[in-house]
């Protein structure tokens, strides 16, 4: 780190990726793409909140990033001659962090929010320098826990669990603050007339308060939706940011469709719950669910793809172009659409497991819930591939892990490499013919009983956590009758739907549904929703991207 850098302290020793310092020959390509312009010292160019924020590039002068938070100001870095503005909402549109003002008189070179998509997309070198910039800076904002909003919680909380979860995988830096760890919290809540038993707070840019806010509401605070036109009719809907719809995404812009994703959550999708993913192609020390997710949702941000953060709540398709209606009201128009909903995790039939989600049972196990049982005994529910991935995962941290699997063994739902593991590792210990009967506990879950169905034999045990990893039922109810389902609710595409399908919903065209085509034309399932596919990263990404193909045949029609 150079000593006479001001700002933030940096975390990474990268600091010439961080905050490059630019040749007169790409300055001058840049330039190309946009205007100079003077800047007065004092004159604010960017103000915290404003979205679509143009990019600049500083030719003489200085520019200071600082980030408002109430009545204060916190230096965040200075840019100087060579330097660039900008990190990872620069490049989305959403709202800035930030504060940019220029400390001293000077010139700038000012592209606008779709000149820098332009550069970033056109000029290879530069888009790399950018976009590895832009990254690294929201690594260090994190790392710092600088945002534009601070979370108020406890661990004992299941709405903080899942605030914080929507933050990291939404890649948004937040300030942290644990009521029972801090003392001087109340001075906080106090000043904002909030009452302890109100948590978890949300006060995002120093302003609104949300006390317990659902993902929705989040979303609104924190303008993630405020940049996008939701009225024009887009070229490709994609419904689900899992890999398939991604993936579906990053080939639709990248070939230049407009394409808007929805997503209810988070880009990832299950896979983003996968502490690490060892067997997709070209990550030979494998790579975090949530890693792979934040590339994805990057490149095809870079590409132009749109993302708003909702749920499709409804298809209505009896006229074109089809119109999706979305959590809150809104209507948004396809011409066609990729459903890449996915599916969800199938709950234990225990009467008072929805008390303890998030108080000790959950559906991921990733670096986030494993910090939350270090050194204690766990649970790990199921035998497929997600269980094996968790217990091996959690066997590094806790001090036991417990793996109940219903059936005898685990040879038959779980790759091999992840059975030697488990067989291997002497934390875990594997419960064939187990399944959990109740669940036991106060604000937290205190102790799971769980029976041996060999022997008939039922044991309590003191046991705080438990990770249900026991497969997933089709995200399809929103689909409104709109096309042909299995009889497990997966959507049928292509050469499944046989001809009495397609006659019963009264097929209307020629042709015959293209491979990933639903019974309603124009509109293409893939990944984990689709019946008969096959559940794995791979499969839903390759799906997600041969999808896009169809979907330029049915433009063209
Ligand atoms: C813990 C875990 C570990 C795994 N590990 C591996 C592994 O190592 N290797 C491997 O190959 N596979 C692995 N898998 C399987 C893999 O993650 C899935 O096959 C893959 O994620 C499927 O991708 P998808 O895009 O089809 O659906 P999903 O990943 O299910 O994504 C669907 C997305 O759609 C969104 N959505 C749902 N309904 C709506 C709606 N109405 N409106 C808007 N958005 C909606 C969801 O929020 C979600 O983000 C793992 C799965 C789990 C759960």
Not at 98 to 118: D, Y
Not at 270 to 290: K, V
Not at 482 to 501: A, Q, R, V
Request: neutral net charge; charged residues 20%; hydrophobic residues 40%.
């Amino acid at each position: 780190m150079s000593h006479t850098r001001r700002g933030l302290p940096i975390t990474s020793s990268s600091i010439e990726k961080i905050f490059p310092k630019l040749t007169p020959d790409q300055i001058s390509r840049i330039e190309a793409h946009g205007h100079i312009r003077a800047v007065q010292s004092g004159e604010v160019l960017v103000e915290q909140g404003d979205t679509s924020v143009p990019f600049f590039v500083v030719i003489t002068g200085e520019l200071e990033i600082v980030r408002p938070f109430g009545s204060h100001e916190t230096l965040v870095t200075v840019h100087s001659s060579g330097q660039f503005t900008g990190e990872v909402n620069t490049l989305s549109g959403r709202k800035s962090f930030f504060r940019v003002r220029s400390s001293k008189p000077g010139k700038v070179i000012e592209l606008k929010h779709q000149q820098m998509l332009t550069l970033v997309q056109t000029d290879a070198e530069l888009g790399s320098i950018l976009m590895r910039a832009f990254i690294l800076r929201r690594v260090e904002l994190i790392a710092a826990g600088v945002g534009d909003i601070v979370l108020i919680g406890s661990t004992h909380s299941a709405g903080t669990l899942r605030i914080k979860e929507f933050l990291m995988r939404n890649g948004h830096p937040y300030s942290y603050i644990d009521l029972e760890r801090d003392p001087d919290v109340q001075n906080m809540l106090d000043s904002f007339q909030i009452s302890v038993n109100k948590i978890p707070v949300l006060i995002c840019r120093g302003q609104v308060v949300l006390r317990n806010p659902s993902n929705q509401q989040i979303a609104d605070c924190l303008g993630f939706n405020d940049s996008i036109d939701q009225t024009q009719v887009r070229d490709l809907v994609v419904i689900g940011a899992g890999p398939s719809g991604l993936a579906a995404a990053v080939y639709g812009a990248s070939e230049g469709l407009d394409v808007l994703v929805l997503e209810t959550s988070s880009p990832g999708g299950q896979a983003g719950s996968s502490s690490r993913i060892e067997n997709y192609l070209g990550f030979p020390t494998g790579i975090s669910g949530q890693e792979l997710a934040a590339r994805a949702y990057l490149q095809a941000q870079k590409f132009g793809a749109e993302i708003l953060i909702t749920k499709a709540t409804r298809l209505i398709c009896d006229h074109k172009p089809y119109v999706i209606e979305v959590e809150g009201g809104g209507r948004i128009s396809a011409r066609t659409v990729v459903i890449a909903t996915g599916a969800q995790y199938r709950k234990l039939p225990l009467e008072n497991l929805s008390r303890f989600e998030g108080t000790g049972v959950y559906y991921g196990a990733t670096f986030v819930e494993a910090q939350l049982c270090g050194g204690e005994e766990v649970i790990v529910v199921g035998g497929g591939n997600s269980a094996g991935q968790a217990g091996v995962f959690l066997a590094q941290t806790t001090k036991r892990v417990h793996m109940l699997v219903r059936s005898n063994s685990l040879a038959e739902s779980m790759s091999r490499y992840l059975i030697r593991r488990i067989e291997n590792s002497p934390t875990i210990v594997l419960r064939p013919q187990t399944e959990i009967v109740a669940l036991e506990g106060g604000d937290h879950l205190d102790s799971v009983y769980w029976r041996n169905n060999a022997i008939g034999h039922t044991e309590k045990h003191e046991i705080s956590h438990v990770f249900i990893m026991t497969g997933a039922d089709p995200n399809t109810d929103w689909l409104n009758g709109c096309m042909t389902l299995d009889p497990k609710g997966f959507i049928k595409t292509g050469p499944d739907l046989s001809s009495e399908n397609l006659s019963s919903v009264g097929w209307p065209i020629l042709r015959q549904p293209y491979l990933l085509e639903t019974s309603l034309p124009g509109v293409f399932a893939v990944g984990d929703v689709r019946g008969g596919s096959v559940k794995r990263v791979a499969s839903a990404v390759g799906e997600g991207s041969i999808a896009i193909s169809f979907v330029h045949e049915v433009l063209k029609e």
